[in-house]
């Protein structure tokens, strides 16, 4: 299995097409695999999230974070994830953004920041091992995302996204920029991750994403 990934925050130039198709896999199967696998794994899942959630509650705020995000057909969802930031994250952004302007410069092309003065210390451990986005197995339970997908878009990225496959698919709890070089890739350079991911999606492609998705938690090299 191999997978080309951009390199360059200027891959993506002007829209960036896909070609529709049937897949047996993707409009059948990949549900059953879903359940399947949040069921095997909640085994794991359960216990590791119940002693996040008593770290991140330290600070006297709900341990999960929810926020609406873009779906399968552009519907909107409720996600759940760990809370990584301090509460009042959106101002003290706007605040630090409106002060900094190599900041504001990276955020407008990468729709986050390697240094996010946001970020708690527990924050900084979770987003690094990616376990923030464990409570999004429920999601995946519910049926508004899958374990393997497009990176969840919020509402307001929306018109920054020069694609369509991402709309053809759920959003999932890891894929294809979740394990390639998310750290050095512009916003609209996901459109090539989910145009690739809507091409080659099988269980095989899934379970090898899986796989190197592990190697990410292990090496710390989430954001």
């Not at 049937?22 to 059948?28: I, N, P, T």
């Not at 600070?59 to 930031?85: A, E, H, T, W, Y």
């Amino acid at each position: 299995m191999t997978a080309h990934f951009p390199n360059s925050p200027d891959v993506v130039t002007g829209i960036v097409d896909y070609t529709p198709s049937k897949s047996v896999y993707r409009e059948y199967f990949k549900r059953v695999f879903d359940v399947v696998f949040v069921l095997a794994a909640a085994v794991v899942i359960v216990p590791v999230v119940a002693i996040l959630c008593f770290l991140v509650a330290l600070d006297g705020s709900s341990p999960f974070f929810i926020q609406r995000r873009v779906g399968k057909g552009g519907r909107l969802f409720s996600m759940v994830k760990l809370r990584s930031m301090v509460p009042n994250a959106d101002r003290k952004l706007a605040v630090y953004l409106a002060s900094n302007g190599e900041a504001r410069a990276e955020w407008d092309r990468t729709q986050k920041l390697k240094h996010d003065p946001r970020v708690t210390w527990v924050g900084r451990l979770i987003r690094k091992t990616s376990l923030d986005e464990l409570p999004q197995f429920w999601n995946v339970l519910m049926g508004s995302m899958s374990v393997v997908g497009p990176r969840p878009m919020m509402p307001s990225q929306r018109d920054l996204y020069p694609g369509q496959a991402y709309f053809a698919l759920k959003p999932g709890v890891t894929g294809f920029w979740q394990i390639g070089d998310r750290n050095n890739t512009s916003f609209a350079a996901r459109a090539r991750y989910d145009a690739e991911y809507y091409k080659k999606s099988s269980m095989t492609t899934d379970l090898w994403v899986i796989a190197r998705t592990l190697k990410v938690v292990v090496r710390m090299t989430g954001v």
